[in-house]
């Protein structure tokens, strides 16, 4: 349906190149195909672009919202391992400053010298490269089974997140971005060390109070980016936390607790739509019969879904209802029950009733936002509003050139705005219509709210399916919810933790400063005490 729906905002068609086809090939082939879909549909068509990418998984915005962060996190904590390694190299060549004089003395150029120590450097950052990517493949394995208990079964999430292994590609890059951070970390010190004038290193040997630890405006410099580094990264970490408390605060318009969403898949593919709609019938009955349950709604678009619904345009009287510019809402389909299931109480007027959708009559509920957006300042009870024909049903859609066919339906009610599609903001163009009882099954959920926990209920209705032949995806809509949030979540686990073990690694590159200082000064101390 939606590769017909000219009101669809995206979908992916996967399809194999051809061999030696390359993917700009491709691109060139389909930028003529979208240019001629905005010729062929100047009213129903938006801008259309069509994107060819390589392989399956691709990243999204949403995706991009926690990689980059995360990407900076890591550059972050990578930037102060090398202000670390560069502070204690500095003070290294401190205690080396007569061994380089010797060295100067017996005829090796500055350059060798560099050369030198530029490839110990080197091998530190090899060497913690190493290190960091056993760590690395030994908590992959041991975090993965974690990671992959959070998603539901029915997303797949062990066959992409269950062979997480370092290729060669991973290997290169390791050792790309260690060799890099060992000339990072070590060619400053180096260059300062091989400037050493060479009588001066050899005098400094033998002085009063033995070997003199230098000051150097370059260490301070690197001491406080530590600091501040590790500020940056644990600054972050409170926001994070600080929008959690006031995400898990939130009023999403509904009432997630007691509550699970079902998605039943009819078995038996030679049952005609009229057997299936008996079926998923049936499994509504007995899932009211259940004990513990309260009540049973079907909606076409729940509170829990993860993606954003599409819209459908909408008429006024006295407008022209194929105006290029007509409002847009949800049209969402829901059972007389639905409102009673989710715990969404009516603000003005009344809701859907059994009466009202054994009649098949044409009313709607609108949502808060809707009224206000369509009359301010009035009364939306009684007004009439036209949506397109089969937008209850879910089969509208819009293609060609020829105008929807809208059916005026009358406004009973006012709700009250609700999240759908993430609890991030709420949905407010949304009008509520009544599921016509002989309509295909459609992609509709059903919600099931209990008396009490309903993980108690679950396996019952479970059973109950299997005994009609269906297969149910369950999941408890507090889960789902938690779903959403699991991103800003682990970004501020994430986030958290290396800021911690920043603080750590420069508390411990402050102190390894401090030691080799003091002990520099032994004589010193001595003399003084």
């Not at 971005?177 to 060390?193: E, S």
């Not at 509550?259 to 049936?282: H, T």
């Not at 959708?357 to 206000?372: D, I, L």
């Not at 759908?420 to 919600?447: H, M, T």
Request: charged fraction near 15%.
């Amino acid at each position: 349906r939606i590769i017909t729906d000219r009101n669809a905002k995206s979908f992916q068609v996967f399809g194999r190149l051809r061999p030696g086809i390359a993917p700009a090939q491709a691109r060139a082939g389909m930028e003529p195909i979208a240019r001629q879909l905005v010729r062929d549909f100047p009213t129903a068509n938006r801008v259309t672009r069509l994107a060819v990418t390589s392989g399956i998984v691709t990243l999204n915005w949403q995706a991009l919202t926690v990689l980059v962060p995360l990407a900076l996190i890591f550059g972050l904590v990578l930037l102060l391992a090398c202000a670390n390694v560069a502070n204690l190299l500095l003070a290294r060549a401190a205690t080396r400053h007569h061994e380089i004089g010797v060295r100067l003395a017996v005829g090796a150029t500055r350059g060798r010298l560099v050369r030198q120590l530029l490839t110990e450097s080197m091998l530190l950052g090899v060497l913690g490269g190493g290190a960091g990517l056993f760590v690395a493949m030994i908590l992959t394995q041991a975090l993965a089974p974690r990671v992959i208990a959070q998603f539901p079964a029915q997303a797949g999430a062990a066959e992409w997140l269950g062979h997480l292994y370092p290729n060669y590609h991973v290997f290169a890059y390791i050792l790309a971005l260690a060799l890099l951070a060992g000339i990072g970390a070590g060619l400053v010190p180096a260059l300062q060390a091989a400037r050493a004038g060479t009588i001066s290193a050899l005098k400094d040997e033998g002085s009063a109070f033995g070997r003199r630890l230098r000051q150097s405006k370059l260490r301070a410099f690197l001491i406080v980016s530590q600091l501040a580094i590790c500020l940056t990264l644990l600054a972050p970490t409170g926001s994070l936390i600080h929008i959690l408390r006031k995400t898990a605060a939130l009023d999403l318009g509904f009432n997630p607790g007691h509550l699970f969403a079902i998605e039943a898949v009819v078995g038996g593919q030679a049952r005609d739509a009229a057997g299936k709609l008996q079926v998923r019938r049936n499994l509504m009955q007995n899932l009211r019969a259940l004990p513990g349950v309260v009540s049973v709604g079907e909606v076409t678009f729940p509170p829990t879904v993860q993606r954003q619904p599409p819209t459908v345009p909408l008429s006024l009287r006295g407008q022209d209802p194929n105006g290029v510019r007509s409002p847009r809402v949800v049209c969402n389909a829901v059972s007389a029950s639905t409102f009673e299931t989710l715990g969404l109480h009516v603000i003005r007027g009344r809701g859907l009733t059994e009466a009202d959708e054994t009649a098949g009559a044409r009313v709607t509920v609108v949502s808060e936002s809707t009224a206000r957006r369509l009359w301010p300042g009035q009364d939306a009870i009684g007004r009439v509003i036209g949506l397109p024909a089969g937008a209850g049903e879910g089969t509208f859609t819009e293609h060609g050139p020829a105008p929807p066919v809208f059916t005026d339906y009358e406004v009973v009610g006012v709700a009250p705005d609700v999240a759908i599609g993430g609890q991030w903001e709420k949905n407010g163009s949304v009008c509520y219509v009544c599921l016509a009882l002989d309509s295909p099954p459609g992609f509709r959920q059903i919600l099931v709210r209990t008396a009490g926990d309903p993980r108690a209920v679950i396996p019952t209705a479970c059973v109950s399916a299997k005994t009609l032949g269906l297969l149910l995806y369950v999941r408890p809509a507090e889960e789902i919810m938690a779903g959403q949030m699991a991103p800003v979540r682990g970004l501020a686990q994430v986030a958290g933790l290396l800021g911690a073990f920043a603080l750590l690694m420069a508390a411990l590159g402050l102190f390894g400063v401090m030691s080799l200082a003091v002990n520099q000064r032994v004589r010193e101390i001595g003399v003084r005490i």
